[in-house]
């Protein structure tokens, strides 16, 4: 079973558009997360969510919005695309805050937004 | 803000070749280090990870590194590569603290091709 699920895997949408990627993790963890990795392949933190709270909200456009659902799940929706959201969009999650949490992390596979 | 700089962003080596990725980052205060690996078409995992200690860590597949304080630096090595160590590996930093503090901050990545 996947630990860390995010569909879709790629995403290719016109410029305008609003999408969403969703992501889903079965392993009982409180905290989830959404990193960006553009470009030039930097991984930069976006969201985190911690039994449903945001804890984290990076400098981050209004058009992305995460919404926790249930702690399981941590959608990120995206509004009024624009060519620079083009990236790779990981999802993570770790079972709580402590020090140890960098070694818990599970990331997701990744979903490709190519924004035309 | 700190940072994590991994340089020679591309390398390419022959099986059996000795592999060192270098790792520094800006950070003052205590740190975590990890090393992430991401091997093609799949999600990152942990490689390895330094929280106190010996300085030198040894993670899976024959994978070590080593902290050295006073150069900010968590430089990854394996003596003799194998094909299937192609993957790109990342650094990432977070900061130590009793609270959690969950902006691990990722380096750029290593591309690394094994040729056969």
């Known amino acids: 079973d996947t630990a860390v699920s995010q569909t879709p895997k790629y995403l290719v949408t016109q410029m305008g558009n609003d999408k969403s990627i969703k992501c889903e993790q079965n392993?009982?963890?409180?905290?989830m997360y959404w990193y960006k990795q553009d470009s030039k392949k930097f991984l930069k933190i976006m969201f985190s969510y911690n039994n449903k709270e945001l804890i984290i909200n990076e400098t981050v456009p209004n058009r992305f919005s995460p919404k926790s659902p249930d702690k399981a799940h941590l959608n990120l929706h995206i509004n009024s695309l624009e060519l620079g959201d083009s990236a790779v969009y990981f999802c993570a999650s770790s079972p709580d805050r402590s020090r140890s949490w960098g070694e818990k992390l599970f990331f997701g596979s990744g979903t490709q937004l190519s924004v035309l | 803000a700190q940072s994590v700089s991994q340089h020679n962003h591309h390398v390419i080596l022959s099986e059996a070749a000795s592999l060192e990725l270098g790792c520094n980052y800006s950070?003052?205060?205590?740190?975590?280090l990890f090393w992430y690996v991401q091997y093609p078409g799949q999600h990152l995992q942990l490689l390895l990870k330094?929280?106190?200690?010996?300085?030198l860590v040894k993670g899976i597949k024959g994978f070590e590194a080593e902290f050295i304080k006073s150069k900010f630096s968590f430089n990854l090595r394996k003596p003799s590569v194998q094909w299937s160590d192609t993957a790109e590996y990342f650094c990432a930093v977070s900061r130590s603290s009793a609270y959690g503090n969950n902006r691990l901050a990722f380096g750029k990545g290593n591309q690394v091709v094994v040729i056969p």
């Open positions: 330094y929280f106190s200690g010996d300085p």
């Open positions: 392993l009982g963890h409180d905290t």
């Open positions: 950070y003052g205060g205590t740190v975590n």
